[in-house]
């Protein structure tokens, strides 16, 4: 016997353990937003992750790793990241923004058996850097959501 086997204790719960209900999908980050807006509307125009890395003057690897969501980009990296998609931050919060409450009012529908919680698609529109700005908007049964400041 090893002595990780000797050293383990009984653990009894102090309250019982609840019924196992069926999962909702997790609480989105905001980092996974935000880095989903990024990707979408750097791929919406067409450009490398290189390309959008010099242009905001962050190195690709990070820009890569913001856009997966998997670190907390400072407000001065984001506003370069959407500068450098012609973008604000104001944009790339507020589509972030939108897709949040998409996925709240996603998670508080009824689900019925066999449904799927993912029915919403995004489409991106833009014209690049020099045009308008981009704009990511459902598509699908849920219609769009407009979001007032």
Known sequence: ???????????????????????L?????????????????RQAQGRTLKDVAEAARISMPYLSEVERGLKEASSEVLAAAAQALG?????????????????????????????????????????????PVGAMRPSGPMGGVLLAA
């Open 1 to 23: 016997m090893s002595i990780r086997v000797t050293n383990q204790a009984d653990v009894i719960p102090l309250r019982p353990l609840p019924a196992v209900a069926p999962a």
């Open 25 to 41: 999908p997790r609480e989105p980050l905001w980092r996974d937003l935000v880095g989903e807006v990024l990707r979408r509307e």
């Open 87 to 131: 973008l604000n931050l104001a944009d790339v919060l507020a589509l972030a923004g939108e897709r949040l409450v998409s996925l709240a009012a996603a998670r508080s529908r009824p689900r019925s058996p066999g449904s799927s919680a993912v029915g919403v698609h995004w489409t991106v529109r833009s014209t690049g850097p020099a045009g």
